[in-house]
């Protein structure tokens, strides 16, 4: 069976990963990607951005530092193999291989390769974490699931909140929101919490951001919900990037069953990156002309990324059925995609979010608003966990493309 490993190489020298490449052309039924990062600080920030299955780091006399590498990588991606590329002879002929192996082990190595790395030896590495993954599977990644529109007001965060609450009832402490609404959060207020850490003290922490410090920043809420909150500023907003939130979102879906993502309606570099995330995103419209003339162009876009059909959901929202308005199939006629969900106008949302508690609790799940809410809920075990970016590498105009970082196919 074809197997495709994901390597970094960590080295200030280019020539390391040209000799790893050349020995993975020779090795059967295997397809790597290949990534270099110049610095260790680099390596970390690709570990856990990219999360590899094996980084090649080249290791220098400084065993000090080829440790806090190791320590590092291992909070970040405990799932990565670390592998020391080595050149005997900058080591002196007075120091014997295995001397360098021990001091290796010690600096939390797990395997070594010897250069000019041969095609045998990337080989037998290649198969030991193999034969690994086949005894200890990794658990499952949790599922990112994005709530967007190119229209402001049309239900994102109360669909967010409400969803988020009724699963986290069913799986409690195993969903975050995440509210990534950057300028104008309003999901802390809705679950009526006073988050005194948000989304910026995540992206702040980032280079020592583990599962159980994300845990720690998120704000738990009644129903078992826990809440990443939103920036509470633009200042704060300021902090948060493209790859700050990619960071944070790979880590969550580490930590949490199900991480929810509510967000502003604008297509900016932020958002590409958490749809480049998302295992599903909603589309939220309305059955009212102009949102659903920008819903059509959302989708032209999402469809011109890339993103795959089968990742999206169309949620029509405070749908009324009264004469001469738009009913369900007309406004999938004018998206030219089919509705999946019809969430119907209700009143008591409003109070709900002006006091702070989300109406899906305590709401009967078998009429109304309450069963498009437990509709909803119900298809999340079946969105698959997806592994790759979702993006074709396509991006909007003056964004940096996170589906085409510098990788290499070998
Ligand atoms: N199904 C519904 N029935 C009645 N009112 C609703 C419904 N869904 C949302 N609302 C109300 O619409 C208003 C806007 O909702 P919400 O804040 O969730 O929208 P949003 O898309 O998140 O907005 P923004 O783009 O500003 O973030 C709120 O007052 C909310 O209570
Ligand atoms: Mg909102």
Known sequence: MQRTPKILIVSPDARLQTEVAAALKGIADTTALLQRAADHRQGIEA?????PTLAVVEMTKDLRALKTFADEAAAAAPETNLAAAFSPELFGPDVSESAILIEAIRAGMQDFLRRPVSRADLEQLLDRLERKAAVCPRSPPGKIVSFISNKGGVG??????????????QAPERVLLIDASLQLGVCASMLDLKPATTLTDAVRERHRLDETLLRQLATPHASGLHLLAAPRDALEAADVDEEAIARVL???RRAYDYVFVD?????DSVMMAVLDLSDRAFLITESVVPTLLGTVSLIRVLDNLGFP??????ILNRYSSFAGNLRPHDV?????RAVDHVVPYQKK????????RPYVQG??????????????????????????PARNGASIPGDRPLGARKETRV
């Open 332 to 336: 999938a006629n004018r998206l030219g």
């Open 250 to 252: 790979t880590l969550a």
């Open 47 to 51: 570990i856990q951005n990219w999360r």
């Open 349 to 356: 949302l409003l109070i709900a979010s002006n006091i702070g």
């Open 309 to 314: 059909k089968e990742r999206q959901r169309v």
């Open 263 to 267: 967000t502003f309606p604008l297509i």
């Open 156 to 169: 994102k965060s109360t669909l967010a909140v409400n969803v988020g609450c009724g699963l986290a009832a």
């Open 363 to 388: 709401a009967a799940t078998w009429y109304g608003i309450g069963k498009a809410f437990a509709r909803i809920i119900q298809e999340m075990p079946a969105v698959a966990a997806q592994h790759e």
